[in-house]
């Protein structure tokens, strides 16, 4: 490992409007850019993401966003969740395995909308600027590259 990074899991997850492509992408860059950002997790030190959605959500790949925001040499892939009745639905949730020199107690975990139900012992993240994201994921996506804030 570089400088004494360690690979480390950082969690999110989010909930979509609707199945469709447009909502799909939209709520995973959200969460990915507030993961990013919370985190200070720059591309580089991205060892790979896993993506899953729950049955309901068919209308795209959630990794798509991670490749619009550049993030194309990284190793990606998506799956579903297993579907436990009752569970909540129009989710996406990402796994990143990120090289980091933080502590596991360190990593601060995502969870957004109507996903924070799944974890409300991780949710300490602070009021969300949703315009000045947006804005933030835009210059991501026009420069194609993601990296820290």
């Not at 899991?9 to 799909?24: L, Q």
């Not at 991670?66 to 949730?93: F, H, K, N, T």
């Not at 796994?95 to 109507?114: A, G, R």
Request: with cysteine.
């Amino acid at each position: 490992m570089d400088g004494g990074k360690l690979c480390r899991g950082v969690r999110g997850a989010t909930t979509v409007e609707s199945n469709s492509k447009e909502a799909i992408l939209k709520g995973t860059r959200q969460l990915l850019a507030l993961m990013i950002r919370r985190n200070e997790i720059a591309q580089e030190d991205v060892a790979s993401a896993i993506f899953t959605v729950t049955r309901d959500l068919n209308a795209e790949f959630p990794a798509l966003a991670a490749r619009q925001m550049g993030w194309i040499d990284i190793p990606l892939l998506c799956g579903y969740e297993v579907d436990v009745p009752g569970s909540l639905g129009a989710c996406v949730r990402i796994l990143l395995h990120w090289n980091t020199s933080k502590s596991q107690k360190e990593i601060h975990h995502v969870y957004i909308h109507d996903a924070i139900a799944l974890r409300p012992d991780l949710n300490k993240l602070p009021p969300v600027d949703w315009n000045e994201l947006e804005e933030w994921i835009a210059s991501q996506l026009s420069t194609g590259k993601s990296g820290k804030p």
